[in-house]
């Protein structure tokens, strides 16, 4: 490994290609876990976590997608395409943008992908291209993605596919900097364990560290048949794999997904933030240690200067991508309960502060298209409970969310009576009780689809109520459903006063 910046401080024009190049960059964290995570730590078993999560791209397929591309010279100039479930395609565009300047890159992505992890992809500027049938296809199969794709290049040309599965490259990668940090960071290491999806993680490593410490476990971990964990293969869709990886793995474990996500979440709580590839390399990691003790050969690990048994299993991907697996896969008492849960069956359209208004007339009748202050009506206007210079304002009207009394006794011009159902001068703020806000807008929601009439389709509409908070609730509503609405701060109350203080005219209304 090159001599890195200890500051890991990046500058110049070359910055970002630095920055992610191990070579000049201190070692990823190695960390121990918790001792609330290791069953183990009273047989004197130390856990760390390899945390190539905190690589700049976030995940382990980096650095194979680093190492392929250094090492095939004509990708800068070709249109590179890969079949990859998410993280491989993500390293390899971040990587040829930024260090070879070349933007075009395409993902052969599953069909059965969750659309979030596909806006990812498109957010790093790949291109998508979706694949059906099978969704963890063998990357020998005839019939399969990566088998078209080898035939593909073969008669384009232009077309650059480095192929993670076959490419030594991948392998390599581990080889030449996540062995040499795990030695240099842990030099008494036990045993290693780490998922295996294309095999490269497992092969590299496993390989330098046994090639400088020949004593050294390597435990792979794989799905269970039929019951995949995004990231590793079951074991007979890897057997078939052409990387060195008979020279590497002694023990196989194979694990649920549901552990592996369960895991996962609980190293994340516990601030090991990785996916459940990384759990699953956990859970494996502890069946192999319990069957060893099960077996009374536990000490058979244990490292001859230390007494202890060091063991370290990678943290390769990220739980943010995959989080609607975690709540599918895992029961709800796993997780924290929502409180005020009702709020998430209402109360849904956009807010913004700029519908708000100060109760200043000027500002309001501005707000409204008038030409004249906002006037106040102290008598009644007629029969219908609108004040009678709202006919003539075509372009825009008050909506009045108060009961009848207080309409009749004082309102503004060019204001509708149309009083919500439970709503008084002391309704105060809603919004501090949940079921407050559901009842009013269930309450609003009717009133707006009974209003449709007088509201019209193109006035500016005033909403008032006594506090203000009400008519806040129904300006978002009324704004959801393409009226320009606006409420007062504070209120009729508030609105009363301000008016007072500029003296504004009353108006006697006309019957």
């Given amino acids: 490994m090159a001599e890195y910046n200890t500051l890991n401080v990046f500058k110049g024009p070359d910055a970002v290609v630095n920055y992610l190049h191990p070579d000049f960059s201190p070692p990823v964290p190695l960390v121990e ?25 976030q995940n382990v397929k980096m650095l194979p997608a680093l190492n392929m591309l250094l090492h095939q010279p004509d ?55 979706l694949y059906g049938g099978l969704q963890q296809q063998d990357p020998d199969d005839p019939r399969g993605i990566m088998e078209r794709l080898r035939k593909l290049v073969k008669k384009d040309d232009t077309l650059c596919y480095l192929g993670q ?56 971990v794989f799905n269970e048949w039929g019951d995949p964990t995004p990231g590793p293969r079951h074991f007979p869709g890897f057997e078939s794999s052409q990387f060195p990886w008979r020279e590497t793995i002694d023990v196989f474990e194979t694990v649920k997904s549901k552990d592996s996500y369960e895991m996962s979440m609980r190293l994340s709580r516990e601030g090991i933030i990785c996916g459940p590839s990384s759990g699953e390399a956990l859970v494996g990691l502890l069946n192999f240690l319990q069957s060893k003790k099960n077996a009374g050969k536990l000490h058979e690990l244990a490292n001859k200067d230390t007494g202890e048994i060091s063991c370290v299993f990678i943290a390769c991907d990220n739980p943010v991508q995959y989080l609607d697996g975690y709540f599918s896969k895992l029961e709800e008492s796993k997780f924290p309960p929502i409180l005020n849960h009702i709020l998430l069956q209402c109360d849904q359209d956009k807010y913004d502060e ?158």
């Fill in 354 to 511: 700029r519908w708000e208004l100060t109760p200043e007339g000027t500002l309001l009748a501005q707000k409204l298209g008038a030409s004249d202050p906002l006037r106040v009506c102290r008598r009644r206007c007629g029969k219908n409970l609108a004040c009678s210079a709202a006919s003539q304002r075509s372009h825009s009207l008050v909506l009045d969310l108060r009961q009848v009394g207080d309409f009749r006794k004082e309102h503004i011009r060019f204001s509708i009576s149309s009083p919500l159902k439970d709503l008084g001068p002391q309704t105060g703020d809603i919004y501090s009780d949940p079921e407050a806000v559901f009842l009013f807008w269930s309450a609003l929601k009717s009133k707006i689809e009974a209003e449709k009439e007088r509201l019209g389709s193109s006035r500016t509409i005033l909403v008032l109520c006594y506090e203000g908070e009400t008519s806040r609730l129904a300006t978002s509503m009324l704004r959801g459903r393409g009226y320009e609405a606006f409420s007062v701060h504070g209120g009729f109350r508030a609105l009363r006063v301000a008016m007072k203080r500029k003296k504004v005219k009353k108006c006697a209304g006309t019957f």
């Fill in 75 to 129: 990708a800068a100039f070709k249109s590179i395409v890969e079949a990859s479930s998410g993280s491989t395609a993500l390293s390899l565009s971040i990587i040829s943008r930024a260090m070879l300047g070349n933007e075009d890159v395409c993902a052969y992505v599953t069909n059965k992908k969750h659309p979030d992890s596909l806006r990812l992809l498109r957010f790093f500027g790949l291109k998508v291209a």
């Fill in 165 to 220: 599965y076959d490419n030594d490259f991948n392998w390599r990668s581990h080889c030449r900097w996540t062995g040499p940090q795990i030695l240099q960071q842990l030099p008494e290491i036990d045993v290693l364990a780490t998922t295996v999806g294309t095999g490269g993680c497992i092969t590299g490593t496993g390989l330098y560290l046994k090639s400088q410490k020949g004593d050294v476990t390597v435990v792979g």
């Fill in 33 to 57: 876990i918790p001792a609330k995570l290791n069953p183990f730590r009273a047989d004197n078993v130390r856990i760390f976590a390899k945390m190539l999560t905190a690589l700049p791209a």
